[in-house]
């Protein structure tokens, strides 16, 4: 299932960005950093028992304060 606003949901694991695989935090922030906001990007994803291929626009990271 692909959210309607192309959003990945909790729960999807991503295996490849664009041909580069991921196998981990650091190779995704790698493979990432090579774009800027707005950029689409094609991911592979683990979603609900099978891999599927879903297209994202990439935005600005959500900033997180803790204690609020």
């Known amino acids: 299932r692909v959210t309607a606003d192309g959003r990945l949901i ?15 935090i650091n190779d995704l922030v ?7 906001i707005g950029d689409q990007v094609k991911l592979l994803i683990y979603r609900n028992g099978a ?11 959500e900033s997180r304060v803790s204690g609020e």
């Open 10 to 24: 909790a729960g999807d694991v991503i295996l490849a960005v664009g041909a580069s695989p991921v196998t981990g």
């Open 30 to 36: 790698d493979r990432l950093e090579q774009f800027k």
């Open 51 to 61: 891999n599927q291929t879903v297209s994202a626009v990439l935005g600005a990271a």
